[in-house]
């Protein structure tokens, strides 16, 4: 039996909300997919008119949908915004190279202005060569740092007020469960913040917060949207792996699984005693940082001495042993942002 749209109530239904499990016409999905995110916008205040905006682009199917659907919203509702795709070439092979030809076709469909910036450029070492250095076990935390600080410069290049990354419900009810598991309690309270300001000064927000992975992917195919697909070729990230799966078998029991958690994780509140990093300037490069030194120029000591782990977990004891001179306290696991 034919079945009808539960919202308009007119047109034929051809797909169940991964969301609500309802059915659902096409036009009532884009409709209501599209609306969710405005909301999430105004009733967070997330912009302000006259604001630029860089969308972190990376080609991928998250941040296709944001340029898409940021640019519709800000004609749509008259945001007053100017918006720019901004992209993080890390100097992966047969990955970001190809991406990125994605993201220069996604310049042209949305006739956005475009900004790369890479590795290579700001502190000459490709993921490439960091991989031949440190092998694939620790690499995420390399390009996590690197790719964070890297967003942060160029949105500094483009002089834009404000980043917004592809980050959907999915990835933050997976790290709010990564930073439980770890105990990670600084953690656990920075990543279910919509906006943070991180070490920068320039706002970072998440219009994806509330919109699952499931009707992103949805959405991207039914609009026909221009996405890379490819897994990062160096990502055997298996402490993420493990929450995925688990985040993903409570979702196909009860799919509001997911939104439950992020609820779960804006509720808890942080025991004052518990030390939050204060802002200071890094004293080599004169960034941001929350340390004397900052998360990058830590790693790349290491790199450019010869010692990779340098940076990473146990440096106590690295410190010391290679006379590493600024007193940071560097314990620098994958980075949840
Ligand atoms: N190389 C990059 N350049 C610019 N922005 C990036 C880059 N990599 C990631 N981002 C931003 O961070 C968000 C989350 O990145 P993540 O690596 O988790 O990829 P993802 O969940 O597969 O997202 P996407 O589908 O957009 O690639 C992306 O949606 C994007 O906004």
């Known amino acids: 039996m034919v079945k009808t749209c539960v919202i308009c ?34 009733d967070n205040h997330l912009f302000s008119r006259g604001d630029k905006v860089a969308i972190g682009a990376s080609g991928g199917k ?37 991406s990125l030809e994605t993201v220069k076709r996604n310049q042209q469909q949305y006739d956005l202005p475009l900004k790369i910036v890479s590795y290579e450029e700001l502190y000459h070492w490709t993921m490439d060569e960091i991989v031949k250095e440190v092998g694939l076990k620790n690499n995420c935390t390399f390009c996590g740092v690197f790719r964070r600080q890297a967003l942060d410069r160029g949105a500094a290049m483009l002089d834009v007020d404000h980043i917004v990354t592809g980050h959907n419900a999915d990835d933050i009810a997976e790290t709010i469960l990564m930073n439980i598991l770890r105990g990670d309690t600084p ?8 906006v943070t300001t991180g070490e920068s000064l320039i706002r970072r927000s998440k219009p994806f917060k509330y919109t699952y992975e499931k009707e992103i992917v949805m959405y991207a195919y039914f609009k026909k949207l221009d996405y890379f697909s490819t897994e990062c070729t160096y990502s055997p990230n298996a402490y993420r792996g493990y929450a995925r799966t688990f985040l993903k078998d409570l979702e196909a029991i009860r799919p509001t699984a997911i939104l439950d958690i992020i609820q779960s994780g804006e509720a808890f509140q942080i025991k004052t005693e518990v030390k939050m990093p204060v802002q200071q300037t890094c004293v080599r490069c004169g960034y941001m940082s929350s340390n004397e ?20 977990g146990k440096t106590e004891r690295l410190r010391k042993q290679h006379n590493l001179q600024v007193s940071e306290k560097p314990v620098i696991t994958e980075t949840a942002w």
């Open 9 to 42: 109530d007119a047109a034929r239904a051809v797909l169940k909300r991964p969301k609500t499990g309802q059915q659902i016409c096409k036009e009532c999905f884009y409709h209501v997919f599209e609306t969710e995110i405005h909301h999430t916008i105004i």
């Open 62 to 98: 998250d941040s296709t949908v944001l340029a898409h659907v940021l640019k519709t919203l800000n004609g749509r509702y008259n945001y007053g915004l100017d918006l720019f795709l901004l992209s993080v070439d890390e100097g992966i092979t047969g990955y970001r190279d190809d």
């Open 187 to 194: 953690r656990l309270q920075r990543c279910t913040e919509i």
């Open 293 to 312: 030194l900052c998360k990058a120029c830590v790693l790349l000591e290491g790199l450019n001495r010869g010692l990779p782990k340098l940076g990473i």
